[in-house]
Nanobody, 113 residues
Framework: QVQPVESGGGLVQAGGSLRLSCTAS????????MGWFRQAPGKERELVAR???????IYADSVRGRFTISRDNAKNTVHLQMATLKPDDTGVYSC???????WGRGTQVIVSS
């Protein structure tokens, strides 16, 4: 059983920064692409960023240039560095091992204007 666990969410003012982390044990972490998703109130969950096992990254258009995804395979952890945050970035951020049913419970990010 794999249970990703997210951390690092919180309340921040617009223009501020946060760093989210997701740790997943129980599998060979380095073999998996990892994804960060978010769900805003009243909206569907959407992909924010993804990093492959070879560290190739993709970003949603809305966050490109502001967010950076990275991974530390030695610590089974993937990070999401978020900068220049906007109120539209508010939501519950969850991570997953791409292509598996394993999702974390999420961490809340609130960006105040």
């Amino acid at each position: 059983q794999v249970q990703p666990v997210e951390s690092g969410g919180g309340l921040v003012q617009a223009g501020g920064s946060l760093r989210l982390s997701c740790t997943a044990s129980g599998r060979t972490f380095s073999n998996y692409a990892m994804g960060w998703f978010r769900q805003a109130p009243g909206k569907e969950r959407e992909l924010v960023a993804r990093i492959t096992s070879s560290a190739t990254t993709i970003y949603a258009d809305s966050v490109r240039g502001r967010f950076t995804i990275s991974r530390d395979n030695a610590k089974n952890t993937v990070h999401l560095q978020m900068a220049t945050l906007k109120p539209d970035d508010t939501g519950v951020y969850s991570c997953t091992l791409t292509g598996t049913p394993y999702w974390g419970r999420g961490t809340q990010v609130i960006v105040s204007s």
